[in-house]
């Protein structure tokens, strides 16, 4: 498959909709004057932010895991 349609299916997970859902909402919510533009600033932030850490966390631990099977490998070669 095509990296861009990858992408597109990765772009469908729970979280990620339901990340979308809010900021939508409140985007809404916020044009209507119905919320005030701080709490706005303050949900949006939050949810940009724990979305943004949750990625950064889960693609250290990969690079992590990845690098740790690599010197693995690296080591099991020279020994032989």
């Known amino acids: 498959m095509s990296k861009f349609a990858d992408k597109l299916i990765n772009l469908f997970e729970v979280k990620k909709i339901i990340a ?19 709490q706005f600033t303050t949900v949006a932030i939050m ?15 990969k690079k992590a895991i990845e690098s740790d099977i690599d010197e693995v490998s690296k ?3 020279t020994t032989k």
Do not use: H, P, W
């Not at 949810?47 to 631990?61: A, D």
């Open 20 to 38: 979308l859902m809010i900021i939508t909402v409140f985007c809404i919510l916020s044009a209507k004057g119905d919320i005030a533009e701080e």
């Open 47 to 61: 949810i940009v932010s724990f979305y943004f850490g949750q990625s950064t966390v889960k693609g250290t631990i």
């Open 75 to 77: 080591a099991s070669n």
